[in-house]
């Protein structure tokens, strides 16, 4: 039975993107860079389960106090912007 499952989840969740190698010319000199497909890399995390009580869809509003006289501004979902970004009312 626990091998089963190990089959599963090893041939059924998505893996890590793979780095690819890119290379480019700047004037008279070759660069290389190391990159992985941003696609891949959001499919693995939201096909993994360890990332899944991490991931956040809505934004929230934080506050200091039961009045909600002061609020926290402390991660990109408890800001003004994706308020903005998802038509939500300020």
């Not at 480019?24 to 190391?34: I, M, N």
């Not at 389960?49 to 200091?64: G, Q, S």
Request: glycine share 4%; proline share 4%; net charge negative.
């Amino acid at each position: 039975m626990v091998n089963e499952l190990n089959d599963i989840v090893d041939s059924e969740l998505p893996g890590r993107a793979p780095f690819e190698r890119k290379e480019f010319k700047v004037g008279d000199e070759k660069l290389e860079f190391y990159c992985r497909d941003v696609i891949q890399c959001i499919q693995a995390l939201y096909g993994d389960p360890w990332f899944a009580d991490d991931l956040v869809f809505a934004p929230e509003r934080h506050y200091t106090s039961q009045d909600h006289s002061c609020r926290i501004y402390n991660k990109m979902h408890t800001g003004d912007w994706w308020w903005m970004v998802q038509v939500c009312d300020l």
